[in-house]
């Protein structure tokens, strides 16, 4: 059975930063594709960013620049840096693996607010 786990939410500034973290246990990290996605109130869950087993990243072009999805293998941990943070950056981050019908993690709430 995966199972993720997902830390690093909360309140933040704008201009401040965040560092989400998603420690999965069972199957195989190693092959599976990697993604964040978010989703805000009254909108639908959009991808962030996302990271192949090969190591190829993409971006939402709103956060190009500004985020940074990586991989420790050996911990079997995804990470999204996230930098210079808007107000609208604000949602519940979930982590991803194994695509959209793979596995989930339960969510954080990153709030962007003076």
Known sequence: Q????ESGGGLVQP???L?????????????????????APGKERELVASLTSG??????DSVKGRFTISRDSAKKTVYLQMNSL????????YCNVAGISGF???????TVSS
């Open 55 to 60: 190591g190829t990243t993409t971006y939402a």
């Open 104 to 110: 989930w993690g339960q969510g954080t709430q990153v």
């Open 2 to 5: 995966v199972q993720l786990v």
């Open 86 to 93: 808007k107000p609208e950056d604000a949602a519940v981050y």
């Open 19 to 39: 560092r989400l973290s998603c420690t999965v246990s069972g199957g195989f990290f190693s092959i599976y594709s990697k993604a964040w996605y978010r989703q």
């Open 15 to 17: 201009g401040g930063s």
